[in-house]
């Protein structure tokens, strides 16, 4: 079938046609942000799991939501190397720039000045301006050095702006395991006393399932300030309707065992579902998509995520790290017991802590509870055992 209107899309933080079996994260996040457009507070959200589960297609949507009642909104990716600080002033200057326009609001002109010089804590060029003359404005105290400080105030400023619109502001937070400890303390920090002082600030973060464990180590309130949500595999009737209905927008219909062919291999989970889904319509010649087309679609579908998904991250990992790797996938998607890893691979349980270690900053494998391990992505295990090479 025609290509052009395939309706499926793999991809990262790709939005899928038909967003299901997400209500009830749809549904918090609304009524945060309805309770603080009500003037009351409202609980930000954390997100956590496993890649490939739509982590970043829920902030996304977040977003959307926030824009579409007028609000202020930073989506930023956190990663080594890239400060948040910066992160943070890069996504907020060129939104917030968009409303500068002669005559603008007072708490507007503060926060527009406020950014500028935030920005210039870390970029020294002066290139960025609002085109403004903002002399005669007021400055707030940004640019102290202290983190959690600077942001607090700027984002107050940029609350304060957007409240005199009538509306708010949305800081949205992916991969925010990879935040540093201090990053951890300050984002706890401004979102506790955002909650305490009712501002207009809604904030969600999303993660690995180290998530929450990550959080509350850095700050001991996180597990009270944080609504906590699982994002794991879809429910069957979920994952059904998330493969039947975009088909279905385009006329195109899935024969009944094609459709349980390709919902039992993708195991409800999301990513999976759209990579099938899009290679079965590729090898479909009409409609119904049939049982022989979702067993190409299937085929077509691991090849794509064994050359892709699977194998960028398994090419990351350094041969003693593949070697820890290979010992983990005998357990399966399950997890291990860091106990059973040495005799496996012949050496000492303290010969393994820096490949584990270096495992975890990759993102390739995270620590569920004290002694075990357990791979970052669905389906690793089987594609480790898929692999021929020995590196």
Excluded: C
Aim: hydrophobic share 45%; charged share 20%; glycine share 10%.
């Amino acid at each position: 079938m025609d290509d052009a209107t395939n309706p499926y899309s793999p991809g990262a933080g790709r939005l899928p046609a038909a967003l299901v079996g997400r209500d009830a994260q749809i549904a918090a996040w609304d009524v945060a942000l309805r309770r603080l457009e009500g003037g009351r507070d409202a609980q930000p959200l954390a997100l956590y799991g496993l890649r490939g589960v739509g982590k970043t297609v829920l902030l996304t949507q977040f977003g959307d939501m926030a824009r579409a009642k007028g609000w202020l909104v930073g989506q930023v990716e956190a990663r080594a190397g890239a400060p948040i600080r910066q992160l943070i002033g890069d996504e907020f200057g060129p939104e917030l720039s968009r409303l500068a326009r002669p005559g603008a609001g007072a708490r507007l002109l503060q926060a527009l000045k406020s950014i500028l010089a935030f920005r210039a804590t870390y970029d020294s060029t002066g290139t960025w301006s609002v085109g403004l003359d903002l002399k005669d404005v007021p400055a707030s105290p940004v640019a102290t050095g202290s983190l959690e400080t600077d942001l607090r105030v700027l984002l107050q400023d940029l609350t304060a702006a957007m409240a005199e619109r009538g509306a708010g502001v949305a800081l949205l937070i992916d991969e925010a395991q990879d935040l540093t400890a201090e990053e951890l303390v300050a984002l706890s920090a401004i979102a506790h006393r955002a909650t305490q002082h009712r501002d207009r600030l809604a904030v969600a973060v999303a993660g690995l399932p180290s998530l929450p464990r990550v959080l509350t180590e850095a700050k001991s309130y996180a597990e009270r300030l944080f609504n906590y949500q699982t994002i794991g595999a879809l429910a069957p009737q979920d994952a059904k309707q998330a493969l039947l209905a975009p088909a279905e927008a385009e006329d195109v219909a899935w024969a009944a065992e094609a459709a349980r062919h390709v919902l039992k291999m993708a195991g409800g989970y999301p990513y999976f579902l759209q990579q099938f889904g899009q290679e079965a319509w590729r090898a479909a010649a009409d409609s119904p998509i049939t049982l022989a087309d979702a067993r190409v679609g299937v085929a077509s579908g691991w090849h794509a995520l064994d050359t892709g998904f699977f194998r960028v991250r398994w090419e990351r990992a350094t041969r003693s790290e593949k070697a820890f790797l290979r010992a983990m996938s005998a357990d399966g998607d399950a997890g291990s017991a860091t106990a059973d890893l040495p005799p496996r691979l012949g050496v000492k349980p303290k010969s393994l802590s820096v490949a584990r270690g270096a495992l975890i900053a990759k993102g390739l494998i995270y620590s569920p509870d004290h002694g075990r391990v357990a791979f970052t992505v669905p389906g690793m295990a089987a594609f480790i055992e898929r692999q021929t090479d020995q590196e």
